[in-house]
């Protein structure tokens, strides 16, 4: 009772202490509420972390952190949120380098994003998983980015702004522009962009101002005449054909440094249908009204298209009358000094074709029926007929390919200097393709150099090298292992890559000693990711698509924060698939259905991703014949267990020691299961697999900060941080 009397008074001297503890905690306790409660939402934190990562880890970004963090509510540099959503990202102008995260496709609610006037890409594409949601202005301008447009832009229904001047951009204008009937604003000015405008800008309903000057563009501005333009500069590309009039009305029009013809413009060719509904038939009359009424006639259009047609058609067939009397005077003038030798008659029919297409048959070309309107062949575009007589006589091994190698050609001196004569001190493996050496070069610049075996690629010419170096260089993504240069001297012939000293995810898991660190559970799930994206990129990006082939631990490298890069991409697509097969020999990785057909297919890939997945979960290799008969394949012992919780706990590496969250492990195992089918066509794609370690990988920082706090997986409240 008396303690209850002092309590209901007023405070002895005994009591004042207390109260000022109290005060104090009153004081301290709002800003730990900030630290612990973060009010960003948590898949744009970590797209934020990843972000600062790939720009290298600025310290000029006030606020921004590798790990963790708020940058709604401690207001990063450059961000501006609305609630717990990031709906802009401004950092133009602070020398920024690296390049753009890898999952910024995840932020939902971004509006805005300018990276502008930076030193961001260092020659490589643009980041294609950019955020396409809600984005409208991305402004990616002054940097060094290469490649082509990504094709995420296509995805950005509300993009209004879009500005990539003065980078590094090449190859065909990407056609992204068919689903963009908002954007108002495009700058593509000052790139080495190449080829004809894409039809897809025609659909650009409410563009405005349109920069494409300084480019290599080539063909007709036909596709922009009917654009509602206000400000067009096309200047300073490769343009012919004629200004269409409706452009010559546009206020700031600017095309000078263009080989535009003079004179009337031709009429539109006959039969060609609109390319869209916004667009003005050519078929329809000024007044509206439509030419075919279903009276009988042919317009005056169409009389000269046909004129035209024929003539095109006697021009292909008396070419190739003047082609077979020279070829015959060349066979009677090859027979009378080759007395030993037949000319055979079949010598082109036999030839390996231009572009990868059947080569031409003249003996086919009776009839003008057997020509229609199209070329013979896709013949070599910058060659001309009359460049060669002996054109159709000469056989052709491959497609000679003049895209420029962006790459560094180094000498076979250099590059024993750099590996100290290719010693075996250097060697750091061997696969399927011939060992990689370690070099160090006088720059302090430490390199892998790959000396390809010839025996499995086995080159007939320096022009093989050079098309399978330029396959290879053009191949970009933050997850592949990028070529940095080659070497094709005295019958070697070497790439020379990126070094990632952590070594390959093979070697981490299965030859660790006991002084090594485990990966842990968060490291295993990025190593998926980034190796699922490598993936995604060459089946689902590249044009034509790429099968690597040859997917496994032993080619995915890991640099120092544990990043997978993916090597030898590109290298197997040069060898036919029988002949790869054979000269691949890591059991256990190989699909059931490359086993029996010999096929290579992207499925293929997906069953050898799902291999490797199941190594990241078990600890196991593929194939171990030190095992009982019935757990030597990883797949045939691990798949019935993948949907058992209790079977699959016991399968988990015991490297982990049981660190991780069991919701998380679940939903792993349920991923690469389906990749594992044995039925192809019940394999996801892998921009499936993708969005589905994407939610995993999400929580990758909760992860670690509940470990922290409990080594026990087994509670909810642990449980429930996890997808």
Known sequence: ?????????????????????????CCVWPRTQILVAATTDATDLTALNTLFTSLNSPGQLKGWQVNGGDPCGESWQGITCSGSSVTAIKLPSLGLSGNLGYNMNTMSSLVELDMSQNSLGGGQAIQYNLPTAKLERLNLAGNQFGGELPYSIFSMNNLKYLNINHNQLQGKMTDVFSNLGSLTTVDLSFNSLTGDLPEGLSSLSSVKTLYLQNNQLTGSINVLANLPLSDLNVANNRFTGWIPSQLKKINSLQTDGNSWTTGPAPPPPPFTAPPSNRRKSPAKKDDGSSTSDGKS?????????????????????????????????????????????SFPSNEVKDTKPFEESTAIDVDSLASPAS??????????????????????????????????????VYSVADLQIATDSFSMDNLVGEGTFGRVYRSQFNDGKVLAVKKLDCTVIPFQSSDDFVELVSNISILHHPNLNELVGYCMEHGQHLLVYDFHRNGSLHDLLHLSDEYSKPLSWNTRIKIALGSARALEYLHEVCSPSVVHKNFKSSNILLDSEYNPHLSDAGLASFIPDAEFQTA????????????????????????????????????????????????QSLVRWASPQLHDIDALDRMVDPALKGLYPAKSLSRFADVLALCVQAEPEFRPPMSEVV???????????????????????RGDDQDQDFI
Request: proline content about 6%; glycine content about 8%; hydrophobic content about 40%.
């Open 1 to 25: 009772m008396g303690r209850r009397r002092r309590g209901g008074g007023m405070p002895g001297a005994a009591s004042l202490p207390l109260l000022l503890l109290a005060a104090c905690c």
């Open 371 to 408: 020509v229609g309107l199209k070329p013979p062949a896709k013949i070599e575009r910058n060659k001309s007929f009359d460049d060669d007589d002996d054109f159709l006589s000469k056989p052709v091994a491959r497609k000679s390919n003049t895209k420029p190698i962006k790459a560094i």
């Open 691 to 713: 969005q589905a370690l994407v939610r995993l990988v999400q929580r990758a920082n909760m992860t670690k900060k509940m470990l922290d706090g409990d080594a026990s997986r």
């Open 584 to 631: 691949e020999q890591s059991a256990g990785c190989t699909a059931p259905e490359v086993d029996m057909t010999g096929q290579y297919t992207m499925k293929s890939d997906v069953y050898s991703f799902g291999v490797v997945m199941l190594e990241l979960l078990t600890g196991r290799k593929p194939f171990d014949s030190s095992k009982p008969w019935s757990e």
């Open 297 to 341: 006639g042919i317009s005056g259009g169409a009389v000269a298209g046909i004129i035209i047609s024929l003539l095109v058609v006697g021009a292909i067939i008396a070419f190739f009358v003047i082609k077979r009397k020279r070829k015959s005077k060349r066979e009677e003038h090859f027979e009378q000094h080759q007395p030993f030798t």
